[in-house]
């Protein structure tokens, strides 16, 4: 059901530092991008008249006009597929899809045309548009409305793909996504939307690069690895490993595509053990080659082999089952419990 | 039951208000967007023709001929193995240069895969126009510089970009106007339905030109449509439709060029059904008599564009004998220069692998292009003396397996 409605993301006047919703940090980010750049356009379905479905694009066609801030017909390919044919004329659109599940419908023109337009021309024609997409679970949605897509995206050449889990990081990757001269799928865990933080939005955090993951948590036992809406589960399963004498790390990954090797390889040499977290499903998901990747950078430097912690092979569950579908603070913990502390291997797969 | 099919006014609830049956009228008048009845002809019809469509129908006859010429040389390059894979449009040249020569030189061409005719028409080197035909690069030529999109192979994909970017001119300003090319089947994809709703929605300036041709691959249009025409598919979009004889090359420019027109003074998109034929096989490596008879084809060889044009302008008086051979020597010259070009192997860099994935390569992408260059350097290091090594071989494009490839990526193509 697309009726989640919330306060609007309108954040508070400027002037000095205050609460601030994720929703209101994103929303913030188009405001300032449109205002800097005249070639940005948002485009997408119910962004205008009602703000987004999240209200997200709150006021941003009441300030720059429905030229701008567009409210498309409702068809995700005929968005995406103009949106490219925009950036072919030098536009910077920015893209909603309403929910992970509804982006569907424009993968072909993803995977077709916007990943590899650049590289089919010799960079003639490259496609520096940004694609929104509200993912993820735990907030009740009905069938079809809680899907983790990042892998599809992630096995795309020719994409970036980025996912932001603190309110900060929502307002600075947005920045950088839109300036991006690539296609970048910006992931918002839905869930987080209406996390707060406290940041000055008079002056806003720097845009922060791309491609660059970042430790959350310092700690020496074992590191957990995350992105989005499951950092904050890992900072939560860390605080509580305390009580076993466990000192976690975490590594809020950030950016999935371009990976960031150096930073993920090093987290993991420090402490010699890790555990991969997320709400995808595990087989073949993001997990897997993140596994592989740190096997292949840390082989001499792991006491165990990097576990995983993601949600099961099945298709997402309803609302009322999901909890035991979510990777849990318990799950998390059980499988750093199976790290081989004792030295004395067990076979064993992932939570 | 829906609220429209409730009789007005017995709404148990009371609290709905009463559906707007009664007074409703259609948004906009369909009678104006119907297309023409019979197919829109100026051959053979005595129309009058001042100076400029005089020299028009010449230049018309002349890029027909250069056409015709073209498809053939393709198609040989195809039997040579200098092409992967040729899908001609014999048969089909009127649509393929009026197209091009509709459009101003601000204007963009979105071609599908059977139009490098028009991208050739428009200009662009024809080397350049079957790069991807070739299998060196994919798109051949800056399509920037000459505003033609890159050839679209996933069947309507380009539509929707022809949209976007007419819009996106409108929207800053500019005076452009995009003419997008389809083939019948391709009016079946979602794509097609997508593009022309929101040209319609937000009144873009774009033309779309469906190539009615009789075929996608071996499927009739009878499979693919139970539309009184494809040009009808537009009134449901609140969109002008025409029907043209597709093989009457002044009809089917007069029409583009007022769809053209029309879309440059603000009026919106219009959806042009070209009639035409595709006389060849799909491409090269399809084999067109399981799926009909020479009897098929005989009708539409009397009806051929260029045999048209060439006795229409010869009943004029426009078109002399020494004027027609020498555009049939130019043409021919064309033909040998092309040939020529393609009978030498294209310079491979395997280093533009990784050129342009990112506008920054990755530090993944630069890792894997150093093992590609070790990989390279090591081949050549191992046969330093034979002046075909393998690393040579693969950076000019001829490897062992050439012939293996082409015969491949030909089935494939099919
Ligand atoms: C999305 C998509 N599906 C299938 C194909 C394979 N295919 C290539 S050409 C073709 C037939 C196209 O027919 P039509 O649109 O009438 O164009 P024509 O070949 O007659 O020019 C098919 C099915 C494709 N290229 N793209
Ligand atoms: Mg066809």
Redo the contacts with the bound molecule.
């Keep these: 059901m697309t009726t989640a409605t919330s306060t609007p993301a309108r954040p508070a006047p400027p002037g000095g530092p205050a609460p601030t919703t994720m929703a209101q940090a994103i929303n913030r980010a188009l405001r300032d991008a449109m205002a800097a750049d005249d070639t940005v356009h948002v485009l997408g379905e119910d962004v205008g008249a009602l703000g987004g479905v999240f209200r997200v694009t709150d006021g941003l066609t009441a300030e720059f006009g429905e030229e701008r801030c567009t409210d498309t017909p409702l068809a995700e390919a005929g968005i995406l597929g103009t949106a490219a044919g925009m950036a072919m004329y030098g536009l910077r659109p920015v893209v909603e899809m309403q929910f992970d599940a509804f982006a569907y419908p424009a993968f072909?023109q993803l995977v077709s045309h916007v990943a590899r337009m650049r590289n089919r021309t010799r960079g003639s024609l490259p496609m520096p548009l940004t694609i929104r997409v509200p993912y993820g679970g735990g907030i009740g949605g009905v069938e079809h409305h809680s899907d983790s897509s990042e892998v599809y995206y992630m096995a795309t050449p020719g994409l970036h793909v980025v996912t932001p889990a603190t309110v900060a990081d929502a307002y600075g990757m947005l920045r950088s996504a839109i300036a991006s001269d690539d296609p970048v799928l910006f992931l918002e865990p839905k869930r987080l939307y209406w996390s707060k933080e406290t940041i000055d939005l008079s002056s806003p955090p720097a845009c922060e690069p791309l491609g660059r993951a970042v430790v959350r948590r310092a700690g020496t036992s074992a590191t957990l690895i995350s992105y989005g809406p499951s950092v904050s589960v890992c900072l939560e399963a860390a605080e509580a490993a305390r009580e076993e004498g466990w000192e976690l790390e975490v590594l809020d990954l950030r950016t999935l595509v371009p990976f960031d090797d150096e930073t993920a390889a090093a987290a993991v040499r420090r402490t010699g053990r890790a555990v991969v977290v997320h709400e995808a499903s595990g087989f073949a998901g993001p997990g897997a080659e993140i596994a592989a990747r740190l096997t292949e950078r840390c082989f001499h430097h792991l006491q165990a082999p990097v576990l995983r912690v993601t949600g099961f092979d099945i298709p997402y569950p309803p609302p009322m089952l999901e909890k035991h579908h979510l990777p849990g603070v318990d799950r998390v913990l059980d499988a750093v419990a199976r790290l081989q502390w004792e030295s004395d291997h067990t076979e064993g797969g992932a939570a | 039951m829906t609220v429209l099919e409730q009789t007005p006014g017995r709404d148990e609830s009371g609290a709905r208000p009463t559906p707007p049956t009664a007074g409703w009228r259609p948004r906009t008048d369909p009678a104006p967007l119907l297309p023409d009845e019979t197919p829109f002809r100026l051959l053979g019809t005595g129309a009058r023709l001042d100076k400029r469509r005089k020299e028009l129908w010449r230049e018309l006859y002349r890029g027909l001929v250069h056409g015709r010429r073209y498809n053939r040389q393709a198609t040989a390059l195809t039997r040579q193995g200098r092409l992967a894979v040729y899908?001609s449009?014999t048969g089909?040249e009127a649509c393929e240069v009026a197209a091009a020569l509709a459009l101003a030189e601000q204007d963009w061409l979105f071609p599908?895969?059977?139009d490098t005719l028009a991208v050739v028409a428009r200009g662009v080197d024809p080397v350049e126009a079957l790069t991807l035909l070739r299998g060196d690069w994919h798109t051949g030529y800056d399509p920037r510089a000459v505003r033609v999109a890159p050839l679209s192979?996933?069947?309507?994909?380009q539509l929707p970009h022809a949209v976007g970017l007419a819009h996106a001119a409108r929207l800053r300003g500019d005076d452009v106007v995009a003419l997008a090319m389809?083939?019948?089947?391709?009016?079946s994809?979602g794509d097609f339905h997508e593009a022309l709703n929101f040209a319609a929605v937000w009144r873009a300036p774009v033309v779309f030109l469906v190539?009615?041709?009789?075929?996608?691959?071996s499927?009739p249009l009878a499979k693919?449509t139970a539309a009184p025409s494809l040009a009808h598919k537009a009134v449901g979009y609140g969109v002008p439709g025409r029907l043209v004889d597709g093989n009457d090359a002044p009809a089917v420019h007069q029409v583009l060029g007022e769809a053209v027109a029309h879309a440059r003074a603000g009026g919106g998109p219009t959806l042009v059904e070209a009639l035409t034929y595709?006389v060849e096989a799909?491409t090269n490596a399809d084999d067109a008599t399981r799926y009909r008879t020479d009897e098929d084809v005989a009708p539409w060889l009397g009806h051929d564009p260029v045999a048209l044009l060439e006795a229409e302008l010869r009943n004029r008086r426009l078109l002399t004998d020494r004027e027609a051979d020498a555009i049939a020597e130019e043409a021919e010259a064309m033909a040998a220069d092309l040939r020529g070009r393609m009978n030498t192997d294209p310079a491979l860099d395997p280093e533009d692998l990784f050129a342009h994935v990112y506008a920054e390569p990755t530090t993944h992408l630069r890792e894997q292009a150093a093992m590609l260059r070790g990989e390279l350097a090591a081949d050549a290091a191992d046969d330093p003396d034979r002046a075909d090594t393998p690393a040579r071989r693969r950076a000019t494009g001829r490897d062992d397996h050439a012939d293996d490839h082409r015969q491949n990526h030909q089935e494939r193509a099919a």
Excluded at chain 2, 182 to 187: H, K, L, M, Q
Excluded at chain 2, 211 to 217: H, K, L, M, R, V
């Design positions: 072909e | 899908p449009s089909q599908s895969y059977r192979t996933p069947l309507a994909t389809v083939g019948d089947g391709g009016t994809e190539q009615n041709n009789g075929f996608a691959i499927v693919q595709r799909h």
